[in-house]
Nanobody, 124 residues
């Protein structure tokens, strides 16, 4: 059973920063591709960032240079550091994991096998 529990969302002014955290089940953390996607009201899910099994990362063009995805192996925790936030970054952010699909596909489709309950990010 894969569990993904996000935290760290909140409200911030444009230009500010937030760090999202996702505690994952050990099997997902160590063997799955993991990432973040977001969904704003009335919009389709959008892939944000993904980290592959080999540790390489992929980002959506809209967040390149502003967001960073990384892992803390000691805590089975995935992070998304978000800097220079913009109002258009406002969305529910979901931590996600997939046992088979690769990051370039997951960034384009957000079609992960597992995801958490989400954490809201609001930028004003």
């Amino acid at each position: 059973h894969v569990q993904l529990v996000e935290s760290g969302g909140g409200s911030v002014q444009a230009g500010g920063s937030l760090r999202l955290s996702c505690v994952a089940s050990a099997v997902a953390y160590s063997t799955y591709a993991m990432g973040w996607f977001r969904q704003a009201p009335g919009k389709e899910p959008e892939g944000v960032a993904c980290i592959a099994r080999d540790g390489s990362s992929t980002y959506a063009d809209s967040v390149k240079g502003r967001f960073a995805i990384f892992k803390d192996n000691a805590k089975n925790t995935l992070y998304l550091q978000m800097n220079s936030l913009k109002p258009e970054d406002t969305a529910m952010y979901y931590c996600a994991a997939d046992p088979r699909r690769v990051c370039w596909y997951l960034i384009q489709t957000s079609n992960y096998n597992y995801w958490g309950q989400g954490t809201q990010v609001t930028v004003s």
